[in-house]
């Protein structure tokens, strides 16, 4: 059982709508159906009666069990309410995330899931590469990050979730020669030099896309350039091409033009093994909700 699965049962259960629980929640009606349907997977029972004409009805099991967790919630958020009292403060969290993204659509809902979840919490964003990310992670500077899987390390040190998933996009120069209708497709690039950035920086990135370009028949040559900025100004200089999410800044950069690809990029939250942190918790499911849609 997942927190994102009770917290769509339980809104679906108030209201007696799956519909107007996905309109709450600001997610789609699927979204909503699919992790109710896990759940009642999971516990090996159904927790309601479905009806075209009376909408939701909770079966006594799916009561009995909504009801105990309710409490269980309640506990948990009057127990989080005292530590903060004692502790003469109110429960913090500093969170990283990509500096090259544009998370300006995103991060305005989840404080906003945050703060209903964990109203007594103090929330702070900080931008950094991806190398950055998780040296301040490992070092205590941040309390988790959120990042592409590809960029954080497999460490048992770390203990990763992942939250949702972008698409790749291949970026090249706007004045590309074969920047026409209908063009480029992905075979129009197989004598271009694809920029990397060193392994360091995003560990299995360049491993994960190469394997993809091998599934489409391309064998690009690579070339590993010192950084993002650099590998921006050669792909503007026509020099070659490089593979971004759908999420990055650099999409609505003049003098690029981007071609959505036939692969994702997980996203995930990672925080160092062992820690807890309730704000954590509670951005991490706000996540998971503001990108149910495109997980």
Excluded at 42 to 60: N, S, V
Excluded at 142 to 168: C, E, F, K, W
Excluded at 179 to 201: I, M, N, R
Excluded at 243 to 269: E, K, T
């Amino acid at each position: 059982m997942t927190e994102l699965q009770l917290t769509y049962t339980l809104r679906a259960a108030q209201l007696h709508s799956i519909s107007l629980a996905a309109a709450q929640l600001h997610v789609s009606q699927p979204s909503v159906s699919v992790q109710i349907t896990r759940l009642e997977q999971e516990l090996g029972f159904r927790i309601f009666d479905r009806d075209r004409k009376t909408g939701l009805t909770l079966t006594r099991s799916g009561a009995a069990f909504l009801d105990g967790m309710n409490r269980i919630r309640q506990d948990y958020q009057a127990l989080l309410r005292r530590c903060a009292e004692q502790s003469g403060g109110r429960s913090a969290a500093r969170i990283g995330f990509f500096s090259a993204w544009d998370l300006s659509g995103v991060l305005p809902g989840v404080r906003a899931r945050v703060a209903e979840q964990c109203p007594e919490c103090m929330l702070q964003m900080e931008a950094y590469s991806f190398r950055e990310l998780v040296e301040r992670l490992e070092s205590g500077d941040l309390d988790a990050i959120l990042s592409v899987r590809t960029a954080v390390p497999v460490s048992s040190g770390l203990d990763v979730t992942l939250v949702g998933q972008t698409h790749a996009v291949l970026v090249y120069a706007a004045e590309h020669p074969l920047h026409t209708p209908g063009h480029p497709v992905l075979a129009d690039f197989h004598q271009d030099t694809f920029f990397v950035q060193p392994s360091e920086e995003c560990p299995y990135s360049t491993d994960s896309n190469q394997s993809y370009f091998l599934s489409q028949m391309m064998q690009p040559r690579v070339e590993v350039v010192p950084n993002l900025e650099t590998m921006l100004s050669r792909i503007a200089e026509g020099g070659g091409y490089g593979v971004f999410d759908s999420i990055s800044r650099c999409l609505q950069y003049d003098g690029l033009a981007a071609l959505p690809l036939d692969s994702g990029i997980s996203l995930c939250m990672a925080q160092r093994a062992g820690s807890w942190n309730p704000v954590v918790d509670a951005f991490c499911l706000a996540v998971q909700e503001s990108m149910a849609d495109i997980v």
